[in-house]
């Protein structure tokens, strides 16, 4: 999708890497504040193919007026991807 309102996933990433640095252990309704769309497919994408660190716990919230509970998954940025580094090569 080309156009005005195009967001590539790299842009999306560095959202929710931004976010999750600051707020740790946020949950997929936390991290819907980035605006990324589907948030599990940028953080999937952000630990399959960007290179970032994300680790996944559970966190206890209370639902139904606050006599019951359930589990939601956390996320959290442990690191970002590293730059690529130039290897000096001598050609003569």
């Known amino acids: 999708m080309i156009g005005p309102y195009f967001d590539p996933r790299e842009a ?3 959202r929710v890497a931004d976010y999750l640095a600051q707020h740790p ?3 997929g ?15 999937s994408a952000m630990a399959r193919e960007l290179g970032y660190g994300i680790r996944r716990g559970w966190r206890w919230v209370p639902c139904v007026a606050g006599t019951k509970r359930r589990r939601v ?15 000096s090569l001598a050609l003569e």
């Open 73 to 87: 998954r956390t996320y959290t940025l442990t690191h970002r991807p590293a730059a690529a580094r130039q290897l």
């Open 12 to 14: 999306q990433a560095r």
């Open 29 to 43: 309704a936390d991290l819907a504040a980035c605006d990324v769309g589907c948030v599990t497919r940028v953080l």
């Open 25 to 27: 252990e946020a949950t």
